[in-house]
């Protein structure tokens, strides 16, 4: 008879493979450097509008 691996240890394995490949499409996200570019962009833009607003409504 041979030994089998325990169910929670499968399980546990199972999880661990499951976070990785999480783990590893995020880091892949997280570095992609066009996406870093657009957000950057985009955080700028909104900063721009946000000033041009408070410019437009300060008293003279």
């Known amino acids: 008879?041979?030994?089998?691996?325990p169910d929670y240890l499968k399980n546990i394995q199972q999880q661990l493979?499951?976070?990785?490949?999480?783990?590893?499409?995020q880091v892949q996200n997280a570095f992609?450097?066009?996406?870093i570019k657009s957000e950057v962009n985009n955080f700028i833009?909104?900063?721009?509008?946000?000033l041009n607003t408070e410019k437009?409504?300060?008293p003279k």
């Open 1 to 5: 008879e041979t030994e089998s691996t």
């Open 32 to 35: 992609d450097s066009d996406k």
């Open 45 to 50: 833009e909104s900063l721009g509008k946000i």
């Open 17 to 25: 493979e499951e976070y990785t490949k999480n783990f590893n499409t």
């Open 56 to 58: 437009k409504e300060a």
